[in-house]
Protein backbone atom coordinates (compact mmCIF):
# COMPACT_ATOMS: atom_id res chain seq x y z
CA UNK A 1 0.00 0.00 0.00
CA UNK A 2 1.48 3.35 -0.92
CA UNK A 3 1.82 6.20 1.63
CA UNK A 4 2.59 9.70 0.92
CA UNK A 5 4.13 11.76 3.50
CA UNK A 6 4.63 15.31 4.03
CA UNK A 7 6.52 16.93 7.09
CA UNK A 8 6.85 19.74 8.34
CA UNK A 9 8.77 21.65 10.85
CA UNK A 10 7.25 24.29 12.56
CA UNK A 11 7.92 25.94 15.74
CA UNK A 12 5.45 25.83 18.49
CA UNK A 13 6.29 29.34 19.46
CA UNK A 14 4.29 30.61 16.61
CA UNK A 15 0.93 28.73 17.88
CA UNK A 16 2.00 30.05 21.57
CA UNK A 17 3.43 33.71 21.29
CA UNK A 18 -0.36 35.36 20.28
CA UNK A 19 -1.15 33.57 23.65
CA UNK A 20 0.72 34.36 25.76
CA UNK A 21 2.48 37.67 24.38
CA UNK A 22 2.01 39.39 27.89
CA UNK A 23 3.63 36.75 29.90
CA UNK A 24 6.81 37.45 27.77
CA UNK A 25 7.88 33.86 28.59
CA UNK A 26 10.19 32.07 26.26
CA UNK A 27 9.19 29.20 24.99
CA UNK A 28 11.22 26.54 23.58
CA UNK A 29 10.61 25.19 19.74
CA UNK A 30 9.41 21.69 18.80
CA UNK A 31 9.17 20.11 15.76
CA UNK A 32 5.76 19.63 14.86
CA UNK A 33 5.17 16.70 12.22
CA UNK A 34 2.22 16.39 9.74
CA UNK A 35 1.59 12.92 7.91
CA UNK A 36 -0.36 12.84 5.36
CA UNK A 37 -1.77 9.38 4.61
CA UNK A 38 -3.92 8.54 0.97
CA UNK A 39 -4.29 4.79 2.01
CA UNK A 40 -8.21 3.77 2.34
CA UNK A 41 -9.10 1.81 5.67
CA UNK A 42 -12.06 -0.06 7.33
CA UNK A 43 -10.59 2.36 10.31
CA UNK A 44 -12.76 2.28 13.29
CA UNK A 45 -13.24 4.91 15.81
CA UNK A 46 -12.41 2.49 19.01
CA UNK A 47 -9.55 0.72 18.66
CA UNK A 48 -7.32 1.20 15.82
CA UNK A 49 -7.21 5.01 15.82
CA UNK A 50 -4.09 4.71 14.24
CA UNK A 51 -3.87 1.92 11.64
CA UNK A 52 -1.18 2.80 10.41
CA UNK A 53 2.30 2.04 13.02
CA UNK A 54 1.49 5.45 15.30
CA UNK A 55 2.26 4.62 18.56
CA UNK A 56 0.51 5.99 21.30
CA UNK A 57 -3.20 7.26 21.48
CA UNK A 58 -4.72 8.59 18.34
CA UNK A 59 -8.20 10.59 18.13
CA UNK A 60 -10.19 11.96 15.55
CA UNK A 61 -10.38 15.66 15.35
CA UNK A 62 -12.23 16.34 12.12
CA UNK A 63 -14.53 14.10 9.53
CA UNK A 64 -14.73 15.05 5.93
CA UNK A 65 -17.78 13.51 4.12
CA UNK A 66 -18.36 13.19 0.58
CA UNK A 67 -21.37 12.67 -1.55
CA UNK A 68 -20.06 9.36 -3.11
CA UNK A 69 -19.86 7.73 0.64
CA UNK A 70 -16.26 8.10 1.62
CA UNK A 71 -15.32 10.28 4.30
CA UNK A 72 -11.62 11.44 5.19
CA UNK A 73 -10.90 11.25 9.19
CA UNK A 74 -8.09 13.49 10.55
CA UNK A 75 -6.28 11.47 13.06
CA UNK A 76 -3.97 13.47 15.91
CA UNK A 77 -1.83 11.26 17.93
CA UNK A 78 0.21 12.22 21.17
CA UNK A 79 3.07 12.55 19.23
CA UNK A 80 1.39 15.86 17.69
CA UNK A 81 1.13 13.61 14.12
CA UNK A 82 -1.67 14.60 11.96
CA UNK A 83 -2.67 11.97 9.65
CA UNK A 84 -5.87 11.67 6.93
CA UNK A 85 -7.48 8.60 6.53
CA UNK A 86 -10.22 7.95 3.27
CA UNK A 87 -12.52 5.20 4.01
CA UNK A 88 -15.36 4.32 3.13
CA UNK A 89 -18.54 5.31 5.77
CA UNK A 90 -20.68 2.57 7.38
CA UNK A 91 -24.33 2.96 6.15
CA UNK A 92 -25.23 1.24 9.08
CA UNK A 93 -24.43 3.98 11.98
CA UNK A 94 -24.64 6.41 9.80
CA UNK A 95 -25.98 9.65 11.59
CA UNK A 96 -28.80 12.66 10.80
CA UNK A 97 -25.99 14.35 8.26
CA UNK A 98 -25.87 11.21 6.05
CA UNK A 99 -29.44 10.55 6.18
CA UNK A 100 -30.21 13.42 4.67
CA UNK A 101 -27.08 13.65 2.12
CA UNK A 102 -27.02 9.92 1.48
CA UNK A 103 -27.94 9.14 -2.36
CA UNK A 104 -31.09 7.56 -2.98
CA UNK A 105 -31.05 4.31 -3.48
CA UNK A 106 -33.51 3.73 -6.12
CA UNK A 107 -31.34 6.00 -8.48
CA UNK A 108 -28.34 3.94 -7.51
CA UNK A 109 -27.65 3.56 -11.65
CA UNK A 110 -28.02 6.45 -12.77
CA UNK A 111 -24.94 8.51 -12.97
CA UNK A 112 -23.65 11.02 -10.86
CA UNK A 113 -23.39 13.87 -13.53
CA UNK A 114 -27.02 12.74 -14.51
CA UNK A 115 -28.56 12.97 -11.35
CA UNK A 116 -26.71 16.76 -10.46
CA UNK A 117 -28.38 17.79 -13.97
CA UNK A 118 -32.42 16.62 -13.27
CA UNK A 119 -32.45 16.82 -9.32
CA UNK A 120 -31.75 19.59 -6.78
CA UNK A 121 -28.88 19.53 -4.55
CA UNK A 122 -28.88 17.71 -1.30
CA UNK A 123 -31.44 15.35 -2.84
CA UNK A 124 -33.13 13.62 -1.28
CA UNK A 125 -33.18 15.64 1.85
CA UNK A 126 -33.55 18.61 0.62
CA UNK A 127 -36.83 18.09 -1.47
CA UNK A 128 -40.34 16.33 0.41
CA UNK A 129 -40.57 12.65 -0.09
CA UNK A 130 -43.23 12.25 -2.20
CA UNK A 131 -41.18 14.57 -5.28
CA UNK A 132 -38.98 11.79 -7.03
CA UNK A 133 -42.23 9.61 -7.69
CA UNK A 134 -44.16 12.73 -8.74
CA UNK A 135 -41.61 13.42 -11.34
CA UNK A 136 -41.71 9.94 -12.14
CA UNK A 137 -45.18 10.53 -13.14
CA UNK A 138 -45.15 13.73 -14.49
CA UNK A 139 -42.56 13.33 -17.29
CA UNK A 140 -44.99 10.74 -19.11
CA UNK A 141 -47.67 13.31 -18.15
CA UNK A 142 -45.82 16.03 -20.21
CA UNK A 143 -44.53 13.92 -22.70
CA UNK A 144 -48.36 12.74 -24.06
CA UNK A 145 -49.34 16.44 -23.23
CA UNK A 146 -46.99 17.66 -26.29
CA UNK A 147 -47.92 15.42 -28.66
CA UNK A 148 -51.37 16.55 -28.01
CA UNK A 149 -50.17 19.88 -28.61
CA UNK A 150 -48.59 18.75 -31.76
CA UNK A 151 -51.33 17.39 -33.24
CA UNK A 152 -53.95 20.41 -32.51
CA UNK A 153 -51.21 22.86 -34.06
CA UNK A 154 -51.65 20.90 -37.39
CA UNK A 155 -54.88 21.05 -37.40
CA UNK A 156 -54.96 24.74 -36.75
CA UNK A 157 -52.59 25.51 -39.56
CA UNK A 158 -54.23 22.97 -42.01
CA UNK A 159 -57.47 25.35 -41.33
CA UNK A 160 -55.71 28.20 -42.59
CA UNK A 161 -54.23 26.77 -46.23
CA UNK A 162 -50.64 25.51 -44.42
CA UNK A 163 -50.16 21.84 -44.82
CA UNK A 164 -52.11 19.49 -45.71
CA UNK A 165 -53.35 15.53 -45.37
CA UNK A 166 -50.62 14.48 -47.48
CA UNK A 167 -48.66 13.16 -44.66
CA UNK A 168 -45.02 15.65 -45.65
CA UNK A 169 -42.94 15.73 -43.05
CA UNK A 170 -42.93 19.49 -44.17
CA UNK A 171 -46.01 20.52 -42.62
CA UNK A 172 -45.33 18.33 -39.63
CA UNK A 173 -42.56 19.60 -38.71
CA UNK A 174 -43.88 23.30 -39.32
CA UNK A 175 -46.50 22.64 -36.19
CA UNK A 176 -43.64 21.16 -34.21
CA UNK A 177 -41.18 24.04 -34.92
CA UNK A 178 -44.04 26.49 -34.03
CA UNK A 179 -44.49 25.04 -30.56
CA UNK A 180 -40.63 24.63 -29.56
CA UNK A 181 -39.90 28.13 -30.39
CA UNK A 182 -43.19 29.54 -28.57
CA UNK A 183 -43.23 31.78 -31.95
CA UNK A 184 -47.52 33.06 -31.83
CA UNK A 185 -46.73 33.97 -34.92
CA UNK A 186 -44.98 32.31 -36.78
CA UNK A 187 -48.08 31.32 -39.45
CA UNK A 188 -47.37 35.14 -41.35
CA UNK A 189 -44.95 32.94 -42.56
CA UNK A 190 -47.56 31.26 -44.50
CA UNK A 191 -50.35 33.78 -44.61
CA UNK A 192 -50.75 36.20 -47.46
CA UNK A 193 -53.59 38.48 -46.28
CA UNK A 194 -53.87 40.49 -43.31
CA UNK A 195 -57.11 39.12 -42.72
CA UNK A 196 -55.21 35.76 -41.71
CA UNK A 197 -52.89 38.15 -39.49
CA UNK A 198 -56.00 39.37 -37.84
CA UNK A 199 -57.59 36.02 -37.26
CA UNK A 200 -54.13 35.00 -35.08
CA UNK A 201 -54.16 37.80 -33.30
CA UNK A 202 -57.67 38.24 -32.55
CA UNK A 203 -57.42 35.08 -30.69
CA UNK A 204 -54.55 35.56 -28.74
CA UNK A 205 -55.99 38.70 -27.26
CA UNK A 206 -59.24 36.81 -26.04
CA UNK A 207 -56.86 34.11 -24.25
CA UNK A 208 -55.10 36.74 -22.41
CA UNK A 209 -58.72 37.61 -21.15
CA UNK A 210 -59.17 34.65 -19.49
CA UNK A 211 -55.95 34.18 -17.87
CA UNK A 212 -56.81 37.81 -17.01
CA UNK A 213 -60.07 37.10 -15.58
CA UNK A 214 -59.00 33.67 -13.64
CA UNK A 215 -55.78 35.38 -12.07
CA UNK A 216 -58.20 38.58 -10.52
CA UNK A 217 -61.08 36.68 -9.36
CA UNK A 218 -60.06 33.08 -8.23
CA UNK A 219 -56.59 34.15 -7.14
CA UNK A 220 -57.80 32.88 -3.44
CA UNK A 221 -58.90 29.48 -4.67
CA UNK A 222 -55.21 27.68 -5.07
CA UNK A 223 -53.61 27.62 -2.05
CA UNK A 224 -56.72 25.40 -0.49
CA UNK A 225 -56.74 22.87 -2.96
CA UNK A 226 -54.17 22.96 -5.54
CA UNK A 227 -54.58 19.40 -6.24
CA UNK A 228 -57.95 19.70 -7.27
CA UNK A 229 -57.24 22.91 -9.82
CA UNK A 230 -54.19 21.45 -11.59
CA UNK A 231 -56.67 18.30 -12.65
CA UNK A 232 -59.39 20.68 -13.37
CA UNK A 233 -57.37 22.88 -15.34
CA UNK A 234 -56.32 19.69 -17.52
CA UNK A 235 -60.26 18.81 -17.92
CA UNK A 236 -60.74 22.47 -19.51
CA UNK A 237 -57.51 22.13 -21.27
CA UNK A 238 -58.57 19.74 -23.16
CA UNK A 239 -61.87 20.91 -24.15
CA UNK A 240 -60.17 23.97 -25.23
CA UNK A 241 -57.96 21.78 -27.81
CA UNK A 242 -61.53 20.54 -29.21
CA UNK A 243 -62.44 23.53 -30.77
CA UNK A 244 -58.93 23.50 -32.25
CA UNK A 245 -59.21 20.34 -33.89
CA UNK A 246 -62.85 21.38 -35.12
CA UNK A 247 -61.39 24.40 -37.00
CA UNK A 248 -59.74 21.71 -39.69
CA UNK A 249 -63.37 20.78 -40.78
CA UNK A 250 -65.12 24.24 -40.54
CA UNK A 251 -62.16 26.55 -42.01
CA UNK A 252 -64.80 29.34 -42.58
CA UNK A 253 -65.28 29.48 -38.54
CA UNK A 254 -61.37 29.39 -37.89
CA UNK A 255 -62.15 32.96 -36.22
CA UNK A 256 -64.97 32.11 -33.50
CA UNK A 257 -63.44 28.13 -33.01
CA UNK A 258 -59.45 29.14 -32.28
CA UNK A 259 -61.17 32.00 -30.23
CA UNK A 260 -62.86 29.91 -28.34
CA UNK A 261 -60.44 27.14 -27.93
CA UNK A 262 -57.34 29.98 -26.75
CA UNK A 263 -59.90 31.38 -24.40
CA UNK A 264 -60.36 27.90 -22.97
CA UNK A 265 -57.18 26.79 -23.00
CA UNK A 266 -56.12 30.28 -21.09
CA UNK A 267 -58.37 29.89 -18.80
CA UNK A 268 -57.02 26.05 -18.04
CA UNK A 269 -53.00 27.66 -18.04
CA UNK A 270 -54.52 30.60 -15.11
CA UNK A 271 -55.49 27.56 -12.70
CA UNK A 272 -52.87 25.28 -13.72
CA UNK A 273 -49.91 27.89 -13.36
CA UNK A 274 -50.34 28.95 -9.62
CA UNK A 275 -51.50 25.46 -8.48
CA UNK A 276 -48.34 24.00 -9.85
CA UNK A 277 -46.57 26.87 -7.78
CA UNK A 278 -48.04 25.59 -4.57
CA UNK A 279 -47.11 22.57 -5.70
CA UNK A 280 -43.37 23.56 -5.92
CA UNK A 281 -43.83 24.88 -2.57
CA UNK A 282 -44.60 22.17 -0.81
CA UNK A 283 -41.64 20.19 -2.59
CA UNK A 284 -39.18 22.79 -1.05
CA UNK A 285 -38.39 21.72 2.21
CA UNK A 286 -34.99 23.10 2.32
CA UNK A 287 -35.87 26.97 1.38
CA UNK A 288 -34.99 26.24 -2.26
CA UNK A 289 -37.87 26.63 -4.41
CA UNK A 290 -35.93 28.37 -6.89
CA UNK A 291 -33.86 25.57 -7.80
CA UNK A 292 -37.00 23.14 -7.56
CA UNK A 293 -38.34 25.25 -10.05
CA UNK A 294 -35.29 25.13 -12.09
CA UNK A 295 -35.16 21.22 -12.15
CA UNK A 296 -38.85 21.12 -12.73
CA UNK A 297 -37.96 22.97 -16.28
CA UNK A 298 -35.29 20.60 -17.17
CA UNK A 299 -38.21 17.35 -16.89
CA UNK A 300 -40.33 19.52 -18.43
CA UNK A 301 -37.57 20.77 -21.76
CA UNK A 302 -36.96 16.95 -21.67
CA UNK A 303 -40.45 15.83 -22.03
CA UNK A 304 -41.62 18.43 -24.40
CA UNK A 305 -38.45 17.18 -27.07
CA UNK A 306 -39.77 13.75 -26.84
CA UNK A 307 -43.23 14.28 -27.23
CA UNK A 308 -42.50 17.11 -30.27
CA UNK A 309 -40.39 14.18 -31.44
CA UNK A 310 -43.03 11.20 -31.24
CA UNK A 311 -46.22 13.84 -32.29
CA UNK A 312 -43.96 14.36 -35.47
CA UNK A 313 -43.48 10.96 -36.34
CA UNK A 314 -47.50 10.37 -35.86
CA UNK A 315 -48.31 13.57 -38.18
CA UNK A 316 -45.58 11.88 -41.16
CA UNK A 317 -47.72 8.15 -40.88
CA UNK A 318 -49.92 8.66 -43.79
CA UNK A 319 -52.45 6.20 -42.75
CA UNK A 320 -52.69 8.64 -39.92
CA UNK A 321 -52.83 12.26 -41.28
CA UNK A 322 -55.41 10.98 -44.17
CA UNK A 323 -58.01 10.53 -42.51
CA UNK A 324 -59.68 13.57 -39.94
CA UNK A 325 -61.57 10.44 -38.28
CA UNK A 326 -58.43 8.49 -37.46
CA UNK A 327 -56.22 11.53 -36.60
CA UNK A 328 -58.89 13.25 -33.58
CA UNK A 329 -59.03 9.07 -32.16
CA UNK A 330 -55.14 9.36 -32.18
CA UNK A 331 -55.88 12.94 -30.22
CA UNK A 332 -58.65 11.28 -28.18
CA UNK A 333 -56.62 8.22 -27.04
CA UNK A 334 -53.36 10.15 -26.30
CA UNK A 335 -55.19 12.85 -24.01
CA UNK A 336 -57.21 10.37 -22.16
CA UNK A 337 -53.96 8.79 -21.40
CA UNK A 338 -52.53 12.08 -20.27
CA UNK A 339 -55.27 13.16 -18.47
CA UNK A 340 -54.86 9.96 -16.35
CA UNK A 341 -51.39 10.18 -16.04
CA UNK A 342 -51.76 13.41 -14.72
CA UNK A 343 -54.48 11.93 -11.81
CA UNK A 344 -51.80 9.35 -10.85
CA UNK A 345 -48.84 12.03 -10.34
CA UNK A 346 -51.19 14.49 -8.32
CA UNK A 347 -52.10 11.38 -6.09
CA UNK A 348 -48.86 10.44 -5.53
CA UNK A 349 -48.60 13.85 -3.17
CA UNK A 350 -48.54 14.10 0.31
CA UNK A 351 -49.27 17.26 1.72
CA UNK A 352 -49.19 17.84 5.50
CA UNK A 353 -51.11 20.85 5.34
CA UNK A 354 -54.77 20.50 6.98
CA UNK A 355 -57.69 21.86 4.11
CA UNK A 356 -61.53 21.69 3.82
CA UNK A 357 -60.82 17.89 2.40
CA UNK A 358 -58.34 16.73 4.55
CA UNK A 359 -60.16 18.12 7.45
CA UNK A 360 -63.24 16.12 6.86
CA UNK A 361 -61.30 13.07 6.75
CA UNK A 362 -58.82 13.80 9.93
CA UNK A 363 -62.29 14.72 12.07
CA UNK A 364 -64.51 11.71 11.48
CA UNK A 365 -61.74 9.14 12.08
CA UNK A 366 -61.49 11.15 15.32
CA UNK A 367 -64.80 11.18 15.91
CA UNK A 368 -65.53 7.31 15.23
CA UNK A 369 -62.77 5.94 16.43
CA UNK A 370 -60.46 8.44 17.89
CA UNK A 371 -57.60 7.90 15.67
CA UNK A 372 -56.30 10.24 13.13
CA UNK A 373 -54.75 9.21 9.71
CA UNK A 374 -50.99 10.07 8.72
CA UNK A 375 -50.15 12.14 5.81
CA UNK A 376 -49.70 9.37 3.89
CA UNK A 377 -53.20 7.55 4.37
CA UNK A 378 -54.76 10.75 4.50
CA UNK A 379 -53.95 11.82 1.15
CA UNK A 380 -54.69 8.90 -0.51
CA UNK A 381 -58.15 8.62 0.85
CA UNK A 382 -58.72 12.47 -0.83
CA UNK A 383 -60.35 12.80 -3.69
CA UNK A 384 -59.38 15.15 -6.13
CA UNK A 385 -62.02 15.42 -8.86
CA UNK A 386 -65.05 16.60 -6.01
CA UNK A 387 -66.06 19.56 -4.67
CA UNK A 388 -66.16 19.81 -0.88
CA UNK A 389 -69.40 21.51 -0.94
CA UNK A 390 -70.74 18.46 -2.63
CA UNK A 391 -69.48 16.33 0.57
CA UNK A 392 -71.83 14.80 3.20
CA UNK A 393 -72.48 15.61 5.59
CA UNK A 394 -73.34 19.42 4.17
CA UNK A 395 -71.73 22.10 5.63
CA UNK A 396 -72.58 25.74 4.58
CA UNK A 397 -70.35 28.42 5.91
CA UNK A 398 -70.80 32.15 6.60
CA UNK A 399 -74.58 31.78 5.98
CA UNK A 400 -76.86 34.68 7.22
CA UNK A 401 -78.73 33.91 10.28
CA UNK A 402 -82.00 35.12 8.83
CA UNK A 403 -81.26 31.73 6.75
CA UNK A 404 -80.56 29.13 9.86
CA UNK A 405 -84.55 29.12 9.99
CA UNK A 406 -83.98 30.29 14.10
CA UNK A 407 -85.45 34.08 13.47
CA UNK A 408 -88.58 33.14 12.52
CA UNK A 409 -88.82 31.10 16.03
CA UNK A 410 -89.30 32.98 19.59
CA UNK A 411 -87.05 35.12 20.67
CA UNK A 412 -85.98 32.69 23.59
CA UNK A 413 -84.64 30.60 21.25
CA UNK A 414 -82.55 32.78 19.89
CA UNK A 415 -81.15 34.28 23.22
CA UNK A 416 -80.38 30.50 24.47
CA UNK A 417 -78.61 30.11 21.04
CA UNK A 418 -76.45 33.13 21.76
CA UNK A 419 -76.34 31.96 24.93
CA UNK A 420 -75.13 28.19 24.05
CA UNK A 421 -72.21 29.87 21.60
CA UNK A 422 -71.37 32.19 24.10
CA UNK A 423 -67.47 30.31 24.35
CA UNK A 424 -67.05 29.87 20.81
CA UNK A 425 -66.18 32.47 17.19
CA UNK A 426 -68.92 30.94 15.51
CA UNK A 427 -72.88 29.75 15.44
CA UNK A 428 -73.73 26.53 13.94
CA UNK A 429 -77.26 25.47 13.33
CA UNK A 430 -78.97 22.38 12.48
CA UNK A 431 -81.98 22.33 9.66
CA UNK A 432 -83.70 18.56 10.65
CA UNK A 433 -86.87 19.34 8.81
CA UNK A 434 -84.97 18.01 5.36
CA UNK A 435 -84.23 14.09 4.63
CA UNK A 436 -80.55 14.84 4.53
CA UNK A 437 -79.10 16.91 7.52
CA UNK A 438 -78.03 20.72 6.23
CA UNK A 439 -75.42 22.70 9.08
CA UNK A 440 -75.45 26.34 8.61
CA UNK A 441 -72.36 27.96 10.59
CA UNK A 442 -72.00 31.58 10.47
CA UNK A 443 -68.68 32.74 11.89
CA UNK A 444 -68.30 35.82 14.29
CA UNK A 445 -65.72 38.90 14.59
CA UNK A 446 -62.29 37.53 15.29
CA UNK A 447 -62.99 33.77 14.12
CA UNK A 448 -59.81 32.06 12.88
CA UNK A 449 -58.86 29.20 10.68
CA UNK A 450 -59.25 27.25 13.84
CA UNK A 451 -63.00 28.02 14.97
CA UNK A 452 -63.52 26.53 11.62
CA UNK A 453 -62.07 22.85 12.31
CA UNK A 454 -64.10 23.26 15.52
CA UNK A 455 -67.32 24.11 14.11
CA UNK A 456 -66.30 21.28 11.22
CA UNK A 457 -65.68 19.01 14.13
CA UNK A 458 -68.85 19.80 15.88
CA UNK A 459 -71.21 18.80 12.61
CA UNK A 460 -69.71 15.44 12.12
CA UNK A 461 -70.26 14.44 15.86
CA UNK A 462 -73.77 15.72 15.32
CA UNK A 463 -74.11 13.60 12.02
CA UNK A 464 -73.11 10.72 13.45
CA UNK A 465 -75.26 11.24 16.81
CA UNK A 466 -77.77 13.14 15.84
CA UNK A 467 -81.76 11.64 16.62
CA UNK A 468 -84.20 12.70 14.47
CA UNK A 469 -87.16 13.05 17.60
CA UNK A 470 -84.79 14.34 19.90
CA UNK A 471 -84.50 18.22 21.46
CA UNK A 472 -82.46 19.91 18.43
CA UNK A 473 -81.33 22.79 21.49
CA UNK A 474 -79.97 19.86 24.00
CA UNK A 475 -78.16 18.16 21.03
CA UNK A 476 -76.35 20.84 20.17
CA UNK A 477 -75.96 21.50 23.87
CA UNK A 478 -74.15 17.78 23.95
CA UNK A 479 -72.45 18.33 21.24
CA UNK A 480 -70.77 21.59 22.47
CA UNK A 481 -69.87 19.37 25.99
CA UNK A 482 -67.87 16.81 23.23
CA UNK A 483 -66.30 19.78 21.62
CA UNK A 484 -64.77 20.63 24.81
CA UNK A 485 -63.62 17.19 25.81
CA UNK A 486 -62.06 15.99 23.07
CA UNK A 487 -60.85 18.53 20.68
CA UNK A 488 -57.38 19.11 22.48
CA UNK A 489 -56.99 15.45 22.01
CA UNK A 490 -57.61 15.87 18.58
CA UNK A 491 -55.13 18.41 18.10
CA UNK A 492 -52.41 16.39 19.86
CA UNK A 493 -52.97 13.33 17.60
CA UNK A 494 -52.90 16.15 14.67
CA UNK A 495 -49.31 17.10 15.85
CA UNK A 496 -48.02 13.61 16.85
CA UNK A 497 -48.84 12.87 12.95
CA UNK A 498 -46.48 15.31 11.69
CA UNK A 499 -49.91 17.38 10.40
CA UNK A 500 -49.10 21.31 10.14
CA UNK A 501 -51.29 22.63 12.95
CA UNK A 502 -50.13 26.76 13.23
CA UNK A 503 -51.09 27.02 9.41
CA UNK A 504 -54.67 25.41 8.49
CA UNK A 505 -55.51 26.17 5.17
CA UNK A 506 -59.41 26.80 6.35
CA UNK A 507 -60.32 30.15 5.38
CA UNK A 508 -63.25 32.10 7.18
CA UNK A 509 -65.60 33.55 5.07
CA UNK A 510 -65.31 37.64 5.04
CA UNK A 511 -68.62 38.21 3.20
CA UNK A 512 -70.92 38.26 6.56
CA UNK A 513 -69.77 37.90 10.00
CA UNK A 514 -71.94 38.31 13.15
CA UNK A 515 -70.83 41.13 15.69
CA UNK A 516 -71.72 39.48 19.45
CA UNK A 517 -72.28 42.49 22.01
CA UNK A 518 -73.35 40.07 24.98
CA UNK A 519 -76.65 41.28 24.74
CA UNK A 520 -78.01 38.87 26.48
Request: net charge neutral.
Amino acid sequence: MSHTTLQLSLSSTAFNSSLKVKKLKRVRPRCFQILCSSEHSSFKDNGDADNGGGEGLSKVILVERYSNGTAKRYILGDDLQLRTVLIEEDRSTENKFDVLHSPDERLSWLPQMVKDFILPAGFPGSVSDDYLHYMVLQFPTNVTGWICHTIVTSSLLKAVGVGSFSGTTAAASAAAIRWIMNFKYSTFVYSNTVLKHIRWVSKDGIGAVGRLFIGGRFGNLFDDDPKQWRMYADFIGSAGSIFDLTTQLYPGYFLPLASLGNLTKAIARGLKDPSFRVIQSHFAISANLGEVAAKEEVWEVVAQLVGLGLGILILDTPGLVKSYTVLSSTWLCIRLLHIWLRYESLSVLQFNTINLKRARILVKSHVLHSTVPGCMECNKEENILVWSQFMKPKIIFGSPLEKMDVMDRSHFLVENLLKLYANEKYILVVNPQLDDLKFYVSFKVGATSLSVLRSIWQTFWLSENWESKGNVYDQLANSLMELEDRFDDFIQKLKSSKWDTQQLNLKVPKEISIDDINTF
